[in-house]
């Protein structure tokens, strides 16, 4: 009745289910949120990352979980916190919660090495003075050295914060990556301006790219924009053993999915069924290059 009554008088609108349970969650959600950002109520799953070349974990993905069942997923907990002008909370929740989940797994000898640590941060959010320095005092310098802060697109982005925020991570020697390159907002203009350590190449170009020749191109010329100026790429969402041997034939550094691990709350060592197969398509794209 809202939606209709801000239409213009005397149009005739067929009632659309979508419409309704996506309003109806806006309004039902705001209590939710108030709840879930105020009590902590997530926690972070790990995806592993795994690097091509020495076919060992590089690095997880710290992945947010709602603790509440009004939220099906991340992108549920950002839509209602746009609608609220709540995304700041949200930026300052995610950066000290991973961090924090990420330390604990470390301090408990469950993560070993020296893997890096993803965090996705708001491209249109950036956390006051205040908070980033008490979150600079929570974690020390050596944690900071193996953070990767990746600037999602799912957002406009703020160039005055993102600048920011790469003068911050710099200054404590962790990295940039751009997240779902080829899908948001700007992928081409972000990427010149941010000059990232790692792009990483979302699932709508690397879903079926060994079927698909634009798709493949597509990798090609990002591949040779990024070695030209230093910066690894990382495919994200290989799902099938095709993929994977594609993406590592074109030469990325770095591989996100579920052919190499799913998201889960315990680290779990990648299968070494799906290694060896890494390895070989390694070998296969190394003895290529050198033939040329």
Same mark, same amino acid.
């Given at each position: 009745?809202?939606?209709?009554?801000? @239409? /213009?008088?005397?149009n005739v609108q067929e009632f659309e289910k979508a419409t309704y349970l996506e309003n109806s969650f806006l309004i039902s959600g705001q209590e939710a949120l108030d709840r879930l950002i105020y009590h902590h109520l997530v926690k972070f799953a790990l995806q592993p990352i795994l690097q091509v070349d020495t076919g060992t974990v590089y690095g997880y993905e710290m992945l947010m979980r709602s603790l509440i069942s009004e939220f099906r997923s991340p992108?549920?907990?950002?839509?209602?916190?746009r609608s609220q002008s709540k995304l700041y909370e949200i930026e300052k929740l995610t950066m000290f919660k991973a961090a924090e989940t990420f330390e604990n797994l470390q301090k408990s000898g469950k993560i070993c090495g020296n893997e890096k640590m993803f965090i996705n941060s708001i491209a249109s959010q950036k956390m006051s003075a205040e908070d980033e320095e008490a979150f600079h005092k929570r974690f020390d310098s050596t944690f900071?050295?193996?953070?990767?802060?990746?600037? @999602? /697109?799912?957002?406009?982005?703020?160039?005055?914060?993102t600048r920011k925020k790469r003068e911050s991570i710099k200054a404590h020697k962790g990295l940039m990556a751009i997240d779902d390159y080829g899908s948001g907002y700007n992928s081409e203009s972000l990427l010149i301006f941010l000059s990232p350590d790692i792009v990483k190449v979302d699932i709508c170009i690397v879903h079926d790219i060994d079927k698909d020749i634009n798709r493949q191109n597509v990798l090609d010329?990002?591949?040779?924009?990024a070695k030209q100026r230093g910066i690894k790429v990382l495919a994200e969402g290989v799902e099938t053993r095709e993929e994977m041997e594609v993406v590592v034939a074109h030469g990325v550094d770095y591989l996100q999915g579920f052919y190499v691990g799913k998201a889960t709350f315990e680290v779990i060592p990648i299968d070494e069924a799906?290694?060896?197969?890494?390895r070989l398509a390694y070998k296969t794209y190394t003895d290529q290059t050198q033939n040329i």
């Amino acid at each position: 009745m809202y939606s209709i009554k801000h @239409t /213009e008088k005397g149009n005739v609108q067929e009632f659309e289910k979508a419409t309704y349970l996506e309003n109806s969650f806006l309004i039902s959600g705001q209590e939710a949120l108030d709840r879930l950002i105020y009590h902590h109520l997530v926690k972070f799953a790990l995806q592993p990352i795994l690097q091509v070349d020495t076919g060992t974990v590089y690095g997880y993905e710290m992945l947010m979980r709602s603790l509440i069942s009004e939220f099906r997923s991340p992108l549920d907990i950002i839509r209602m916190a746009r609608s609220q002008s709540k995304l700041y909370e949200i930026e300052k929740l995610t950066m000290f919660k991973a961090a924090e989940t990420f330390e604990n797994l470390q301090k408990s000898g469950k993560i070993c090495g020296n893997e890096k640590m993803f965090i996705n941060s708001i491209a249109s959010q950036k956390m006051s003075a205040e908070d980033e320095e008490a979150f600079h005092k929570r974690f020390d310098s050596t944690f900071l050295e193996r953070m990767v802060l990746e600037i @999602t /697109e799912s957002e406009p982005c703020n160039e005055e914060f993102t600048r920011k925020k790469r003068e911050s991570i710099k200054a404590h020697k962790g990295l940039m990556a751009i997240d779902d390159y080829g899908s948001g907002y700007n992928s081409e203009s972000l990427l010149i301006f941010l000059s990232p350590d790692i792009v990483k190449v979302d699932i709508c170009i690397v879903h079926d790219i060994d079927k698909d020749i634009n798709r493949q191109n597509v990798l090609d010329n990002l591949i040779s924009y990024a070695k030209q100026r230093g910066i690894k790429v990382l495919a994200e969402g290989v799902e099938t053993r095709e993929e994977m041997e594609v993406v590592v034939a074109h030469g990325v550094d770095y591989l996100q999915g579920f052919y190499v691990g799913k998201a889960t709350f315990e680290v779990i060592p990648i299968d070494e069924a799906i290694l060896e197969t890494v390895r070989l398509a390694y070998k296969t794209y190394t003895d290529q290059t050198q033939n040329i």
